[in-house]
């Protein structure tokens, strides 16, 4: 992602967009996508809380729908 960026200036020619292309975009997005991931494992980590099977958490969440 090393590429020249190309911005969209008002008039008083302030940037006020960034221009980029779809493989960029979708690569931020797969970024910011594997931050948030981290954020929230460390704000699990870090409540104390009790990790509970996949399988488990899956039947209280369908057992609560009803």
Known sequence: MAKER???LN???EKVA???SIEEYEELLEEIEDLQAVREYEKTKASGETAIPLEQ???E???NRK
């Open 18 to 20: 960034v221009v980029l």
């Open 57 to 59: 958490a899956l039947t």
């Open 11 to 13: 008039k008083r020619g």
């Open 61 to 63: 969440i369908r057992r």
């Open 6 to 8: 190309q911005f969209v």
